[in-house]
């Protein structure tokens, strides 16, 4: 095997490592993305739920302070 086939072979392994990190930054990137859209989709589902326990919450609040 002549230099110069060593030295593109060479190349060419590095190539296919490259790519293969590079898909694979973008899996991760891709799944970072989708995880914080769901992190942040909970967390607004949580407030909501929490802000309209504290007003039910207030209400009854209201309700037995009236009664006394």
Do not use: C, F, P
Request: aromatic fraction near 2%.
């Amino acid at each position: 095997m002549s230099e110069l086939e060593m030295i593109r072979q060479v190349a060419s392994d590095r190539l296919v490592w490259l790519r293969l990190m590079e898909k694979a930054i973008n899996d991760i990137d891709a799944v970072l993305r989708s995880l914080r859209a769901d992190v942040m989709e909970i967390s607004q589902q949580v407030a909501a739920r929490n802000e309209g326990a504290t007003l039910e919450m207030s209400e009854e609040e209201a309700e037995e302070e009236s009664d006394d």
